[in-house]
């Protein structure tokens, strides 16, 4: 038996230039962090011929082509794997649809185990591009690639998305005492919807790939946001970090009538008046988590607790995709 994982994240800065669309024709930069909540992925070997696969769903196929998980069933072909006598098996600790990157961990995490299963040492950014290729060029899916580099990676992340598609990915230059007091104070919060982020990329991209003006312009204006997080992260400047993240949700939400509602907006006005510095929906929008960096953590607690959410504490990964167990 195989078992890895590979974590989900939370995006920083930039989101939203990592889509071929965009970075393409201008190059795209954000900022992001894996966290240590995963997505697992079992591989065992089974005594009938049989390929058998248990996600949300179960599937028993004679041959990997037969597959109806789209993900699986690319990856299988990309691996030259038949899928006989083989079992998989996928978990997670957060469910899809809540804008953590659920897709690009869950086809990160299943290379990860494919290649350890053929005794395959693979550099992560390998199977980052590999993960990139299954969902964006094979599948055709609208979804950029930060997903798959930090999940392959790990850490508190810079990436450079250059047009020709290459990637650039560097560790942000964190003092020890900034990273600790960033993971104390930014809190997470499920909204109570989930949601596929397919539309609104959709969109996005398809505004971009007809080279819209407005769309291009509150792209251009988030990479700088981007780039005005890593100043205020290497600076040790949270507050002033938190209040970027502010002026991005309130560019992110001009993208799309999709992006929020008139709940999620309640939310974050409380959030604001209620210790929170700044935040914003992770993903794509219309539903998932809220994110807040906060001044007043038990204010901001109480707040959205009385609104009838609940935080999901988290710790940054630094270790990216790995083998948690083999036998």
Not at 85 to 102: C, R, Y
Not at 188 to 202: V, W
Not at 233 to 261: A, P, V, Y
Request: aromatic share 10%; hydrophobic share 40%; glycine share 10%.
């Amino acid at each position: 038996m195989l078992l890895t994982r590979a974590p989900l994240r939370i995006s920083l800065g930039g989101g939203g230039t990592d889509l071929p669309s965009y970075y393409r024709k201008h190059g795209g930069f954000l900022i992001a962090a894996a966290i240590n909540k995963y997505v697992y992925i079992a591989l065992q070997h089974t005594y009938v011929e049989q390929l058998i696969i248990r996600y949300s769903k179960y599937e028993n196929v004679a041959h990997s082509s037969e597959v109806k998980h789209p993900i699986i069933r690319e990856a299988l072909a990309m691996m030259e794997h038949d899928g006989r006598f083989l079992e998989i098996t996928s978990m997670a600790d957060i469910a899809s649809g809540t804008g953590l990157g659920s897709s690009g961990s869950f086809a990160t995490a299943l290379l990860k185990a494919l290649h350890a299963w053929k005794h395959q040492l693979t550099p992560a950014e390998q199977i980052a591009a590999q993960a990139c290729e299954i969902e964006i060029d094979r599948l055709k899916e609208p979804v950029g690639k930060q997903d798959q580099y930090i999940s392959a990676l790990g850490g508190i992340t810079c990436f450079e998305f250059r047009p020709d598609d290459t990637v650039k990915a560097w560790p942000l230059a964190l003092s020890q005492d900034t990273s600790e007091e960033l993971e104390d104070n930014l809190m997470l919060f499920f909204t109570g919807y989930s949601r596929s982020a397919s539309a609104i990329l959709k969109e996005q991209d398809q505004k971009s790939k007809e080279g819209d003006a407005d769309m291009f312009q509150n792209l251009h204006f988030i990479k700088d946001l981007g780039l005005r997080s890593k100043e205020a992260l290497e600076g040790g400047d949270l507050n002033e970090f938190g209040r970027i993240m502010n002026e991005h949700w309130q560019w992110k939400r001009k993208r799309s009538q999709g992006m929020t509602n008139a709940v999620i907006d309640e939310l974050y006005e409380t959030a604001l008046t209620s210790g929170a510095v700044g935040g914003k929906l992770i993903g794509a929008g219309g539903g998932g988590f809220l994110l807040f960096y906060a001044s007043d953590k038990p204010k901001l607690l109480r707040a959205m607790r009385a609104k009838g959410l609940s935080e999901v504490r988290f710790r940054f990964d630094f270790n990216g995709a790995a083998i948690v167990f083999r036998d």
